[in-house]
Structures are given as structure tokens and as C-alpha cells.
């Protein structure tokens, strides 16, 4: 979420990402927060919420782009570890356990089929009103940034050597959740404090 705020305000802005300069003058300009309400956590852009508009097709096609910025990275990567040492915190993201937070006691790297994966990204668009993107363009979208997340220079998306894998291909969430709280719980009987990406 916080790589596509990010990207939602170069976007807004029109911040030229090839500007090392104006790239670094935006990130001074951007406050990230995060709130719980109904269970669910929702960003803050510079005290706006931006939950919904983050998940909007214009910010998928460029969310690849603006993560592989330097700046970005290590600005995102800073921020990221402040929240995860100021208190208990379950964080997704897909390098969170690769080069934010290395040394967390329990990871997950959660995979499903690319096509399953484009159905329900398709779906949620659809619950939030988008009825012009199709289909085939989310799956295209999501196959681009894998292959772009996957061999970028900074941060690649890669799997931990020591992150349990859950393919959720046909999984519901709640199953997800039993699953991920079956490997939770015994680190939760025997720790004060407990990291999980």
C-alpha cells in the first residue's frame, strides 16, 4: 500500500521519476499513516484517505515503475522499519521479509495462480465501481509487475530462504488465516514480541 501511495502522489503531482531530484524533493513532501476501522487497515496520504484510489488501475500500471526507484526503496524501507520496531505489527509487501525485516520470527510468501489472482483483483475493481477495465488487462497488468518486481535491481521480489510458503490459489480467507495462525500461534505461547511479514 505504501509503494502505490507513493505512486498516487507522483502521479497526482506529475513528478518526472526521471528526476533524481524531484523525486527526492516529493518524498519530503509525503506522509504515510496507517488506521484500523472495521477490522480493516486504510492508508493516509499527507492525512487523506486513499485506500480505494490506491487500488485503481492507473496507479497498478506504474506501481512497478515508481518501487524500483532508489530514493523510493530506502525512504519506503526507512519508514516501514520505524512502524514494525514501535510496536507489534503484521506487515505486507512483497521484499518486507527479504530487506525491510530479515530478521522477523515468522514469514509468509503467499502465492496463488496468476489467473486466480487477476479474477479476484478483477473482482475487487468491479466492487469499487471500475467497469471499464477488463479482465485480460488486470492479468496482463499483474503479470508485468511480477516480472518487473521479480528482476528490478533494487529489492527484487524473491522468497525467503526461511519464509513459509502459502498458495492461496484455493484458499478462502478464512482459511488463510487458520493456516497462518496455525504457524503463529506456537512463536505467540513462547514470545513477549513477535514480528510477522
Do not use: C, W
Not at 74 to 82: A, D, E, L, P, S
Request: proline fraction near 2%.
Amino acid at each position: 500500500a505504501m509503494y502505490r501511495a507513493v505512486t498516487l502522489y507522483f502521479l497526482r503531482n506529475k513528478v518526472d521519476i526521471e528526476n533524481e531530484e524531484a523525486v527526492k524533493n516529493a518524498l519530503e513532501h509525503i506522509e504515510l499513516n496507517f488506521h484500523a476501522r472495521d477490522y480493516e487497515s486504510h492508508i493516509l496520504l499527507n492525512g487523506e484517505e486513499v485506500s480505494e484510489e490506491i487500488r485503481q488501475m492507473p496507479v497498478s500500471e506504474r506501481v512497478s515503475e515508481v518501487s524500483a526507484i532508489k530514493a523510493v526503496r530506502k525512504g519506503m524501507v526507512k519508514q516501514q522499519q520505524r512502524m514494525g520496531k514501535s510496536k507489534n505489527i503484521v506487515m505486507d509487501g512483497r521484499d518486507i521479509g527479504t530487506a525491510v525485516f530479515e530478521d522477523a520470527q515468522v514469514k509468509f510468501f503467499m502465492t496463488a495462480d496468476p489467473k486466480i489472482r487477476a479474477e479476484r483483483r478483477h473482482k475487487e475493481l468491479l466492487s469499487k465501481g471500475d467497469e471499464i477495465t477488463t479482465l485480460e488487462e488486470v492479468f496482463e497488468n499483474l503479470a508485468h509487475r511480477d516480472y518487473a518486481d521479480t528482476t528490478r535491481k533494487e529489492s527484487p521480489l524473491t522468497r525467503a530462504e526461511d519464509a513459509i510458503v502459502l498458495d492461496n490459489t484455493n484458499l478462502s480467507q478464512n482459511e488463510q488465516l487458520q493456516f497462518a495462525l496455525d504457524r503463529v500461534n506456537p512463536f505467540l505461547e513462547t514470545q513477549d514480541q513477535i514480528s510477522i511479514f
